[in-house]
């Protein structure tokens, strides 16, 4: 459907690493340990890692090839995500 | 009588275990499936039969002629069992919605931030260049139509 999916955590390079070669996911992983891009999209939440590292909170935007966000995600309930069909949907209306 | 109120307790242990187990099931196993995980529905209706036990529990171990050591027991298993399902309680439903406000997040409408981020094999990757790099595995290794950002807590 031509969407691609990019995964973004404070994980290292090396544990994504691992991590991709146990699950077997194709898509990219990004590393942002210094949470540079989780800054900029407002979404640290702090001191909620392992050891007070800071983390980002989960959440899902569907970027368009003219670089707009057309659809959010912040889930109020850090167990909740958005549900495949609801990306599926938001998808359906990028041109 | 008193031999059928010296049997084992088996409703105070069954309480016991079975608020423990219904916490347990909820990250093990109804978090997989939206229907079971925006809401622990299925744990809370397990905790609602383990308090029904863990109430005929208590009140046979503190039946006239009960030995001491099953009041004791009866105490104990239900004050931990109270406080398991208090905490899964706290942790699923409260604890997980303190999220910080994130009211600078772009919104719909807004151009997305670009960042500059490594990926798993060391190479830098751009929000410019994911938009515009053509998507590799597709027959027609066409340009995606757009990206979908997944940002997740990772595994510190």
């Given amino acids: 459907m031509g969407i691609r999916p990019v995964a973004i955590s404070v994980d290292a390079p090396e544990v994504n690493r691992e991590m991709l070669s146990q699950a077997g996911y194709t898509f990219t992983f990004l590393s942002d340990p210094n949470t540079e891009a989780i800054r900029r999209y407002d979404l640290l939440h702090q001191g909620q890692g392992i050891d007070g590292h800071d983390v980002s909170r989960p959440a899902e935007f569907l970027i368009d090839s003219s670089g707009t966000v057309r659809w959010v995600n912040l889930t109020e309930n850090y167990w909740v995500r958005a549900r495949p069909e609801q990306i599926l949907q938001a998808a359906n209306t990028l041109q | ?156």
């Fill in chain 2, 1 to 156: 009588m008193t031999e059928t109120r010296n049997r084992f307790n088996w409703q105070i242990w069954a309480g016991f275990l079975l608020s423990f187990l219904a916490s347990l099931s909820y990250p093990v196993l109804f978090v997989r499936w939206p229907l079971t995980r925006d809401f622990p529905w299925v744990t809370i209706l397990l905790y609602v039969v383990a308090a029904a036990l863990l109430i005929v529990g208590v009140k046979r171990a503190f039946a006239p002629g009960r030995r001491r050591i099953a009041k004791v027991a009866a105490s104990i298993l239900t004050v931990l069992s109270v406080a398991i399902m208090g905490l899964f309680l706290f942790s699923i439903l409260i604890f997980a919605r303190w999220l910080p406000a994130s009211a600078g997040a772009p919104h719909v409408g807004q151009k997305a931030p670009d960042f500059s981020l490594s990926d798993a094999s060391g190479k830098t990757a751009t929000l410019t260049n994911l938009l515009s790099e053509a998507m590799s595995g597709s027959a027609s290794a066409a340009k995606p139509r757009g990206v979908l950002l997944i940002f997740y807590r990772g595994h510190w």
